[in-house]
């Protein structure tokens, strides 16, 4: 599993949401259990959100969840210098393909939104 963002709950405790690779499939995990994603999701959000990333950018790594046929999803942290705090953000690597960058904070909110969206579908027998 690879922690992708973590927040303060109503509480004041941190309430982390990580991805899981679990036999093919990407499934969010927080709180309230795993929920699944659709097929193509990641890279959806990483096409859609995603920049070019910059191999020159002093980075951190933080984690890598492979998922599988030479991809991967990098969850680094970069500290630019007119930043106070390091920023997250996810790197998606496809093999042949330019690695594509975002912020941790919109890839998990994309991601949670599509996963309730499937839900729905599904509860709905659609």
């Known amino acids: 599993m690879l922690k992708i963002h973590e927040v303060s709950s109503a509480t004041g405790g941190l309430s982390a949401l990580f991805l899981r690779a679990e036999g093919g499939a990407l499934e969010l995990v927080g709180d309230d259990g795993p ?3 659709p097929p193509g999701a990641l890279e ?9 990333f910059d191999p020159e950018a002093a980075i ?9 046929q030479g991809r991967a999803l990098r969850h680094v942290r970069h500290l630019a210098g007119y930043d106070v705090i390091a920023r997250d953000y996810l790197v998606y690597d496809t093999p042949g393909g330019e690695p594509l960058c975002a912020l941790s904070a919109t890839v998990a909110v994309a991601l949670a939104h599509l996963a309730r969206a499937r839900q729905a579908a599904v509860t709905a027998g659609r």
């Open 35 to 37: 929920a699944a994603l």
């Open 60 to 68: 951190s790594l933080v984690a890598s969840l492979p998922l599988g």
């Open 44 to 52: 959806a959000v990483m096409r859609r959100y995603g920049a070019p």
